[in-house]
């Protein structure tokens, strides 16, 4: 049994292979419809957002599954005071495969452990966020054919955003890929994973403050929200929240395939006005994580179509 902690789980190999039948799913949904009949997904979201918990239950739907879960920690016996251990015995007891979003950093770890079933995280902490990357990277594999020779700019809350950890490991692992960091000095990078993943492999990036100083050099400009819920302190979050909005203008100098990303929900990071451009990605990004979590889903529970 497998379970997905975090991307690095996954060999380049595996990723690839994803990648194919995401495609394929994608080219041929009816061959899926019912490859995981009489399947059951539990989800079990102790952290609100919807978006990830509406993708994976959407993946399991449409590969012929059923679904239970739920998606807030209050509504869940966690509130009466039943700790995670027994939770995750008695779903793994109901369920073939869970998914799990947890405020913990390691929860799904501490999860895998109980569960009895492979178990997805869908998120932990300002952690990781696994599936999230294989969306990404099947979106940047759809927009570009290529998952090497690319310059990366990742622009926003870089200290508490999981989703950005997760894609620097998964990226770090192909060639010719440079990372441009654009963050304000209190949401920058965490430097152990420069150490870890950037560093100890002499992958370049840089560290910059403005994404005018770099937009032309960007093959994939990656936006992110400021983290709200996990500041100490409100004044620091509304100091911060707005201190990149990208805008039309902003996006003259850039390459003309640019790949403009987020991992969604977004609050003011991207104008609207540039949601009509072309090369604004992110609601295709959004739908392409359905199609990776159906793939994810049918290799986890080692189905074959
Ligand atoms: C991201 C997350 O939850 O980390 N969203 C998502 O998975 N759709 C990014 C975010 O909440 O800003």
């Known amino acids: 049994m497998r379970n997905l902690m975090n991307i690095t789980d996954l060999t380049v190999e595996e990723i690839d292979e994803l990648i194919a039948v995401a495609e394929d799913i994608i080219a041929n949904p009816v061959k899926y419809q019912d ?88 998120g932990d902490g300002a952690h990781n966020h696994p599936t999230q990357t294989l969306t990404d990277l099947l979106t940047i594999w759809r927009a570009k054919k290529r998952l090497n020779n690319l310059t990366v700019g990742l622009c926003g809350d870089l200290k508490f955003g999981r989703t950005v950890h997760s894609l620097v490991g998964a990226m770090a692992r192909y060639t010719g890929i440079k990372f441009v960091f654009i963050a304000p000095e209190e949401l920058k990078f965490p430097r152990y994973i420069i150490e870890d993943e950037l560093d100890s492999r002499g992958i370049p990036y840089k560290e910059v403050s403005t994404m005018e100083e770099v937009m032309e050099e960007l093959d994939v400009l990656y936006m992110t929200r400021v983290q709200k819920e996990r500041f100490f302190n409100e004044a620091d979050y509304i100091r911060l929240k707005d201190t990149y909005i990208l805008t039309p203008e902003k996006l003259v100098p850039a390459k003309e395939d640019l790949t403009i990303m987020h991992p969604l929900p977004r609050v003011n990071e991207i104008s609207t006005a540039v949601d009509d451009d072309p090369r604004a990605w992110y609601f295709r990004q959004a739908k392409n994580g359905m199609f990776i979590r159906m793939a994810l889903i049918l290799k986890m529970l080692e189905v074959t179509v």
Not at 53 to 81: I, T, Y
Not at 103 to 114: D, I, L, T
């Open 35 to 122: 490859a995981c009949n009489h399947k059951l997904l539990a989800t079990l979201f102790f952290e609100p957002p919807t978006r990830t918990r509406l993708s994976v239950e959407s993946a399991m739907h449409r590969l012929g599954g059923s679904v239970v879960g739920f998606s807030e920690a209050s509504s869940s016996s966690s509130a009466k005071g039943e700790s995670l251990a027994d939770t995750i015995k008695v779903v793994g007891g109901y369920a073939d495969i869970i998914a799990m979003r947890h405020p913990k950093e390691g929860a799904p770890v501490v999860a895998a452990r109980y569960a009895g079933v492979p178990v997805i995280n869908a």
